[in-house]
């Protein structure tokens, strides 16, 4: 069943152009991206059911093209445009005005949302250049719900690609666990000891829960491997 298929006051369509986007609920919304349902439900019944199976919208953006299309219902058009519509959203909010951070907290409520509702452990750097403004985030690897690989040579390439002076590193703790590892202690190590050969300093390694996070910079008399 087609958008235009339904009664006038059921279109999200209609609703969006008499209220605004702001007042149509997720499965609404949804159901404007996907554009039409099938032979056995209504696009907005389509747009619900997927919802429910996900988990609601939040998790939208975790979904790929292979689980996406997982859904009954779902094919590589309508992911493909589920997909570039979260993309468009995320460039949109993006600043194109320099990035420079006051302190850790500023650093860490900018990449918190990063990791919201990740699953696995993820590592993420930031890039700086001489006057510390930020010159791009990028993610360089991702890993299992408890651990992640990091390989020194992939983050340093990215870093000397940019010409960036200084790097922020940061991964999560996917079980809320704040406090680093035994591991996190070592690989700090190596990539502040690589980073010193090749004259890009590293100035700190967050780790990052939806709370709270732990900073090497601040904590650095205790733990001097970041100071």
């Known amino acids: 069943m087609k958008l235009k298929e339904l009664i006038s006051e059921d279109k999200p369509r209609e609703k969006l152009l008499k209220k605004g986007a702001e007042y149509l609920t997720d499965s609404e919304l949804l159901a ?12 907005t019944e389509l747009s619900n ?16 093209i292979n689980t996406l299309t997982q859904i009954e219902g779902i094919k590589l058009g309508k992911a493909s445009s589920i997909l570039a519509s ?10 194109d005005e320099p990035i420079k951070f006051k302190n850790t907290i500023d650093m ?8 919201l509702y990740e699953l696995q452990e993820k590592f993420i750097i930031l890039l700086f250049d001489k006057q510390f403004k930020l010159i791009k985030k990028c993610e360089v690897f991702k890993g299992t719900i408890d651990a992640v690989n990091v390989y020194p040579r992939e983050i340093f390439k990215e870093a000397l690609k940019e010409n960036a002076s200084f790097i922020v590193l940061a991964h999560n703790h996917p079980g809320g666990e704040v406090m680093p590892s035994i591991q996190d202690d070592e690989i700090t190590k190596i990539l502040v000891k690589n980073g010193q050969l ?8 967050l780790i990052v829960t939806p709370n709270s996070y732990f900073s090497y910079y601040e904590n650095a008399q205790k733990n001097k491997l970041v100071a």
């Open 49 to 64: 059911r997927i919802l429910k199976r996900i988990g609601g919208v939040k998790n939208l953006k975790n979904m790929t």
């Open 32 to 43: 404007i991206i996907l554009r039409t349902g099938n032979k056995s439900e209504s696009v």
């Open 198 to 205: 090749i004259g890009i300093k590293v100035i700190d390694h």
């Open 108 to 115: 860490y409520n900018y990449i918190k949302n990063d990791f």
């Open 86 to 95: 979260f993309e468009l959203a995320k460039r949109a909010l993006k600043n």
